[in-house]
T-cell receptor
């Protein structure tokens, strides 16, 4: 069964400092990987995805993520965090192996708090 | 405006009283899905649909039904709701074309359900 782990329930960072949100995954085949963000009282918004090719993926709002196959990780990063980045972040995985169906599995979420 | 709509946004009901949460998308997406969000558990997939008349179980399908009679609509049915189905529910859609799993999803605003 596929799974996603986000080991940190909350990440605190000062505005202007680098932000990293960790994600590791497990699938039987190769993964499609996604990051979503949820602002208070809103639905989830897509940030970025890894499909194939370059391991460094750039997405919305200055976020990027690096796919590391050997470590089965897909950590989300932003070089300089803003107070407006404070939100709940979710990592998700879908197995490329068609035998796994088209299930999308989310991690438990990481709350990011950026302090001025 | 491209969007996923859900109704109702808030619902309080009693155990055993059948209810339906509607979901509609205007992006001509093939893929639609339902999730529930619970504190500490992230989002868990209930059911998904790759196209009209095609539905599959996610990770937590027990106690739920879905149907996909039209491409744009994907209602979630709770035939006999129980208190453990109290949760925040999200509908989502995605392009899902060509059988590739690398598509992002667009989420509705959520439905907060309380079963007493």
């Amino acid at each position: 069964a596929q799974s996603v782990a986000q080991p940190e329930d909350q990440v605190n960072v000062a505005e202007g400092n680098p932000l990293t949100v960790k994600c590791t995954y497990s699938v039987s085949g190769n993964p499609y990987l996604f990051w979503y963000v949820q602002y208070p009282n809103r639905g989830l918004q897509f940030l970025l995805k890894y499909i194939t090719g370059d391991n460094l993926v750039k997405g919305s709002y200055g976020f990027e993520a690096e796919f590391n196959k050997s470590q089965t990780s897909f950590h989300l990063k932003k070089p300089s965090a803003l107070v407006s980045d404070s939100a709940l972040y979710f990592c998700a995985v879908r197995d490329r192996n068609k035998a796994a169906g088209n299930k999308l599995t989310f991690g438990g979420g990481t709350r990011v708090l950026v302090k001025p | 405006e491209a969007q996923v709509t859900q109704n109702p946004r808030y619902l309080i009901t009693v155990t055993g009283k059948k209810l339906t949460v509607t979901c509609s998308q205007n992006m001509n997406h093939e893929y639609m899905s339902w999730y529930r969000q619970d504190p500490g558990l992230g989002l868990r997939q209930i059911y998904y649909s790759m196209n009209v008349e095609v539905t599959d179980k996610g990770d937590v399908p027990e106690g739920y039904k879905v149907s996909r009679k039209e491409k744009r609509n994907f209602p979630l049915i709770l035939e006999s709701p129980s208190p453990n189905q109290t949760s925040l529910y999200f509908c989502a859609s995605g392009a899902g074309t060509g059988g590739s799993g690398g598509y992002e999803q667009y989420f509705g605003p959520g439905t907060r359900l309380t079963v007493t």
